[in-house]
């Protein structure tokens, strides 16, 4: 072998290495992946999905997610079963949130103006005694919400509202 052939041997070595860890970058490996399920995305349901450090890295099918497995990847076969991916607040108040639509509500940061209008509204529905709750009235906003509020919107029921600061 001449010098010649050597230098491009090794030149031909060189460029082969750099492209196969460009390679290897380009596909990181998994720390999970999850495959034979219905994973639901904003595109339709597929069957197998990659993840990286909490962050979602392929997304298809099998084939797909595939070139991402290495020797440390976690693999499990959902079996079917339903993947919804993203972020998901599981802290929820179904009561609350029910009670406060049966509520005299009206926007945070509403003026006096529109607040009292929205009791106005609220007291017209309700027998004379009854209580109103109800909120979101800005209390740092306002100087005196109580009375710029209370004063003129009703005087046939009870009031209670709840103030957000």
């Known amino acids: 072998m001449n010098s010649r052939t050597l230098a491009h041997s090794l030149c031909a070595m060189v460029v082969a290495t750099a492209y196969a860890s460009l390679a290897a970058a380009a596909t990181p490996e998994a720390d999970l992946i999850l495959d034979h399920g219905a994973i639901h995305t904003p595109s339709g349901v597929v069957s197998a999905i990659a993840i990286k450090n909490g962050v979602i890295i392929a997304i298809g099918d099998e084939a797909a997610v595939d070139a991402h497995k290495g020797q440390k990847t976690r693999v499990m076969d959902l079996h079917g079963d339903a993947v919804l991916p993203g ?8 009561m609350g949130a029910g009670l406060a639509k049966l509520a005299c509500n009206f926007p945070q940061g509403s003026s006096p103006a529109v607040v009292r209008a929205a009791v106005q509204r609220c007291a017209a529905k309700h027998a004379p005694g ?14 005196s919400p109580n009375s710029q509020i209370s004063s003129g919107a009703t005087s046939s029921v009870e009031l209670t509202l709840t103030a957000y600061c």
């Open 87 to 94: 972020l998901h607040d599981m802290h929820v108040h179904p």
């Open 130 to 143: 009854e209580w109103i709750t109800g909120g979101q009235w800005d209390s740092c906003a306002l100087s």
